[in-house]
């Protein structure tokens, strides 16, 4: 039966649909408002990063808005870590491009690895972190070899593989199978939008294996931010939970996948003598010790009877893409040294805190996922966090680098020199 309600004809079955439509809209209108402070908080971070590179570029020296901007305009000279004077415009110019370039492939190469390890005929997570691996080792030797051939266009060290440091770095090795395979794994069953979230406990674990292996206190400051990091890892798992889309699978490789980071950092400081302090050689000897160690336990694991029958593996669409993984994997390394030496390690914390913040929402805005207020406040509880413990850690470092500074003044001024 149909009612006549004020002039228009109302049929009582439509109202179910018509409320389902005005809470679709309501959705819809909350997760652009989310967006829209999720981008607010991209750009305050941006803004932030080019003042924190100020700081770090004039020599810490205390310059006003104006004056910056006066600079910029004007163009005047300022000295580069090399020595050589560049005006102060070209300088920012060449930060803008790195950080952009560092954005850009740290971006690129979470989400390739999504749609990788999101292939459902191959579900081979090791042996796509095997493949990337072999890349690496593959580029190694390609500029070793070019630097070889073009001496003054390729600036890269010398390689010759060594058993005795292959050994020596072996420790190590394990631990970076673990952290890389672990990261896979959580973006796999965690997606990237709750990636961050994910593996955020990196610098809780930081300060706990500190002190546990290297008996370092922590300050109070530093031990707040930790727990703002942890207040939004837990509200991120009760918000995913509460959606129905979380993975405790995701969660415990999430986990995992920070303690190795941890490790791996602790670990990378007592090998890098062994290979002379190169970057470039522990990354291939890492590598190469990855992918013999790899070779077992993908068989162990039963990838080698997945990858045997997956029907693309003529397809040079998909092995484009495992390549381009591999190549943006080995890239990310070289760019994030080149971020730090232009701009500071605390501009590259900071920058590469943002750089997640932006991976988010972009992950949101390409799968349409509509996300509650709370599960924003996570992120952002995570991102504010680590970005705080950053600062704090950056301004303890100042701190013990100004005091025999300010000791030797003290001296000076008491011998009445």
């Not at 808005?65 to 415009?89: H, N, P, W, Y």
């Not at 932006?358 to 996922?369: D, E, M």
């Not at 406040?377 to 600062?391: D, E, F, I, P, R």
Request: aromatic share 14%; charged share 15%; proline share 3%.
């Amino acid at each position: 039966m149909q009612a006549a309600v004020w002039g228009r004809v109302y049929d009582p079955g439509t109202a179910p649909s018509r409320r389902r439509a005005s809470v679709r809209v309501e959705k819809l209108a909350s997760s652009v408002t989310y967006l829209f402070i999720a981008y607010k908080w991209v750009l305050y971070a941006n803004c932030f990063i080019f003042f924190v590179f100020v700081e770090n570029t004039m020599n810490r020296t205390q310059l006003k808005r104006s004056k910056i901007l006066g600079m910029a305009l004007a163009g005047l000279d300022s000295v580069d870590q090399d020595g050589e004077t560049e005006t102060f415009l070209m300088r920012a110019i060449k930060i803008t491009f790195v950080v952009a370039l560092y954005w850009f492939i740290s971006i690129t190469m979470v989400f390739l690895n999504n749609h990788l390890l999101d292939i459902r005929e191959l579900n081979a997570p090791l042996f796509v972190t095997f493949f990337q691996c072999l890349v690496t080792v593959g580029l190694c030797w390609f500029l070793h070899l070019t630097s070889k051939l073009c001496p003054g266009v390729v600036d890269f060290p010398s390689l010759k593989f060594d058993h005795k440091v292959s050994r020596e770095v072996l420790p190590l090795s394990f631990v970076f199978i673990g952290m890389i395979t672990f990261n896979n794994l959580c973006l796999k069953h965690l997606g990237v939008a709750f990636y961050t979230v994910g593996r955020s406990l990196s610098t809780v674990f930081n300060v706990i294996l500190s002190y546990v292996i290297l008996k370092q206190t922590t300050s109070l400051y530093a031990l707040l931010c930790c727990g703002v990091i942890l207040g939004g890892f837990w509200l991120g798992v009760d918000q995913e939970g509460a959606e129905g889309s979380l993975s405790w699978l995701g969660v415990v490789y999430g986990v995992l996948a920070s303690m190795c980071v941890s490790l791996n950092a602790i670990y990378t400081k007592k090998v890098m003598p062994v290979v002379d302090g190169s970057i470039w050689k522990l990354s291939f000897y890492n590598n190469i010790n990855a992918c013999v160690l790899f070779v077992p336990l993908i068989f162990l694991f039963g990838e080698a009877p997945k990858v045997y029958s997956f029907n693309g593996m003529d397809d040079w669409n998909f092995w484009g893409m495992m390549i381009t993984g591999g190549i943006f994997g080995f890239a990310i390394g070289y760019v994030t040294g080149l971020q730090i030496k232009y701009t500071s390690p605390l501009t590259h914390n900071v920058s590469g805190t943002a750089k997640a913040c932006a991976q988010t929402v972009l992950a949101v805005v390409y799968h349409s996922s509509i996300k509650s207020l709370l599960w924003w406040t996570s992120n952002l509880m995570v991102l504010g966090g680590s970005s705080a413990y950053t600062w704090v850690k950056g301004m303890e470092m100042k701190k013990v680098q100004d005091e025999p500074q300010s000791k030797a003044k003290v001296q000076k001024n008491d011998s009445g020199v």
